[in-house]
């Protein structure tokens, strides 16, 4: 391995890494979330429970985002060819952060979170239709 591949794999081990605690961090503020509308379906605010899903969706479609971006970050050292000429990165990450994205599990994972936060408030929801 080149000595430019050497530092390129180091800067994506460095960047992935950070990646992975971001990634952590989206996790745990997802459940944050359904905490949070847990209680407001048990407060009977069906409005709060719509504005924290939609909260959650844009927070799961900037987790995918980051996942793939981290993956195609990781893969660059694998696949960079040294040449005489510059070297596109921005064009060779997208390139392969498409690649990614069609190989993925992460939107499946994402789906999974949506479906469970939604089922969590609608149990929730037959049990207070059920109390009335």
């Known amino acids: 391995m080149s000595s430019a591949a050497m530092k390129l794999a180091n800067a994506a081990d460095t960047s992935s890494e950070e990646s992975q605690s971001l990634i952590a961090d989206m996790r745990k503020a997802v459940n944050t979330l359904r905490s949070i509308a847990v209680e407001y379906e048990k407060e009977n605010r069906p409005d ?7 909260e959650m969706l844009e927070l799961l479609a900037s987790y995918e985002d980051c996942a793939f971006l981290a993956e195609a ?3 660059v050292p694998q696949i960079y060819q040294p040449s005489d000429q510059p070297t596109d ?3 060779l990450i997208e390139a392969e952060v498409t690649k990614i994205k069609g190989n993925s599990r992460v939107s499946g994972h994402c789906q999974q979170l949506v479906r ?3 089922e969590v408030v609608w149990v929730l929801s037959k049990e207070a239709h059920k109390r009335c």
Request: no cysteine.
């Open 48 to 54: 709060k429970v719509k504005e924290v899903e939609k």
């Open 73 to 75: 970050v990781k893969a």
């Open 89 to 91: 990165f921005k064009k």
């Open 116 to 118: 469970q936060f939604r």
